[in-house]
């Protein structure tokens, strides 16, 4: 949510701020370009796994048919929980690493993460994921 298209303070990714439907908004309008161009190219069937703070951000209501969330707390492989066997990832609305770039883009989950070569610091969080 912290990548999101607009999104440029806390208290727009933050729940209980009057700002956090505006994020979550643009977290789905991010989400529905991502799925109506993977629908375009061919894909039948999209996974979309929720993983902002308590990880219940998107209203499954207002998502395509053939699209499933997996959301809530509890998914021990955060972002790729339940991505076993897909053909393809894409990850919509990453983040920066913390505290290389401070603001509401830099939520790296830990600050343990080290150096890897060629970044020239942490990278985003989403490549840390196997």
Request: charged share 20%; net charge neutral; hydrophobic share 40%.
């Amino acid at each position: 949510m912290e990548g999101a298209t607009g999104v440029v303070r806390w208290e727009q990714v933050s729940a209980d701020k009057a700002d956090y439907a505006f994020g979550c908004a643009m977290q789905r309008h991010d989400l529905l370009t991502v799925v109506e161009a993977a629908f375009e190219f061919g894909a039948t069937e999209i996974l979309v796994n929720d993983s902002h703070a308590r990880m219940i951000n998107l209203d499954v209501r207002q998502l395509p048919k053939g699209v499933t969330v997996v959301s809530g707390a509890g998914k021990p492989l955060s972002m790729v929980e339940a991505v076993e066997g897909a053909d393809r990832a894409f990850f919509s609305s990453p983040t920066t690493p913390w505290p290389e770039r401070p603001g509401p883009s830099s939520a790296t989950i830990s600050s343990s993460v080290p150096s890897r070569r060629g970044w020239g610091g942490r990278p985003p969080e989403f490549s840390l994921r196997r």
